[in-house]
């Protein structure tokens, strides 16, 4: 199983960017495709974005198209998503996670998961 450790949130005023990284451990992370999921307070953990391992099929949530883009570096085990204008609904913490399957906006067909990181937008 691939261990996940994101990184990167923080707090930032609208309009603002912030860059999450998520770090893996395991020589098969280069098979996975890469979920960034997000929890607002009280609500129900959402896709953000998705990319398949070989970084050819990509999905994004439409409140993020535009303003989110992920990246990841398969010589270096590490996801990337960079945030720019960020809006105080963005105020989540974050997740990173692994399915072996095609990207997909479904959480229970990811099968690892980070502890997640803290992003707060102020208005």
């Known amino acids: 199983q691939v261990q996940l450790v994101e990184s990167g949130g923080g707090s930032v005023q609208a309009g603002g960017s912030l860059r999450l990284s998520c770090a893996a451990s395991?020589?098969?992370?280069?098979?996975?495709?890469i979920g960034w999921f997000r929890q607002p307070p009280g609500e129900e953990r959402e896709i953000v974005a998705a990319?398949?391992?070989?970084?050819?099929?990509?999905l994004y949530a439409d409140t993020v198209k535009g303003r989110f883009t992920i990246s990841r570096d398969n010589a270096k085990y590490t996801v990337y998503m960079q945030m720019n204008s960020l809006k105080p609904e963005d105020t989540a913490v974050y997740y990173c996670?692994?399915?072996?399957?095609?990207?997909?906006?479904?959480?229970?067909?990811?099968?690892?998961w980070g502890q997640g990181t803290q992003v707060t937008v102020s208005s």
């Open positions: 395991g020589r098969t992370f280069s098979a996975y495709t």
């Open positions: 996670a692994t399915s072996r399957g095609v990207p997909t906006r479904t959480a229970k067909l990811y099968d690892s």
């Open positions: 990319m398949k391992w070989n970084g050819d099929t990509t």
